[in-house]
């Protein structure tokens, strides 16, 4: 997979959590109901301070690197310091070096066909702060999407 590493400065997410790990059978399906939650409960319509129409899927608190629990954070990117509604949570992504990867096709598919792929490869993972960047647009389908991985 191709990818190109970039300098990011800090970003202030927020959105909903929740902890989970890549042993858990129902993963998938504990981080797609945060995905139903987010919009479905209007969270995502109710933050304040957002920075733009992106959507993030951020991964922090790694327990021994993919080996053991994380969290898993649905939000967006908000100004630092904006006040937000319950049960809304903040979280800081780090500024440094990252692996940008840019993918197509349908957000499922698309995005756990790369993370599969990622386990893989041989990155010199920093194990902090991993997002996926939904870009703007109505087709699920065919959508792009921007995913980042620390890098030491």
């Known amino acids: 997979m191709d990818y190109e590493v970039v300098q990011l400065t800090e970003k202030q997410i927020a959105g909903l959590k929740i902890r989970t790990s890549n042993n858990d059978p129902q993963m998938g399906e504990k981080i797609g109901a945060t995905w139903q939650r987010f919009y479905g409960e209007g969270i995502e319509a109710a933050l304040t ?11 922090s608190d790694y327990e021994n690197g993919v080996a053991d629990d994380y969290e898993v954070m649905v939000g967006c990117e908000v100004a630092a310091g904006a006040s937000q509604p319950q049960p809304v949570a ?18 499922q598919q698309a995005v756990g066909d790369f993370w599969m792929k990622l386990w893989g490869m041989e990155l010199d993972r920093k194990f902090g702060s991993d997002f996926e960047e939904y870009q703007p647009g109505e087709d699920m389908a065919n959508a792009e999407i921007h995913i980042y991985i620390s890098l030491n």
Request: charged content about 25%.
């Open 49 to 59: 301070g957002r920075e733009n129409d992106k959507c993030i899927g951020l991964y």
């Open 90 to 107: 903040t979280k800081t992504i780090a500024a440094g070096n990252y692996a940008k990867f840019i993918v197509h096709g349908d957000v």
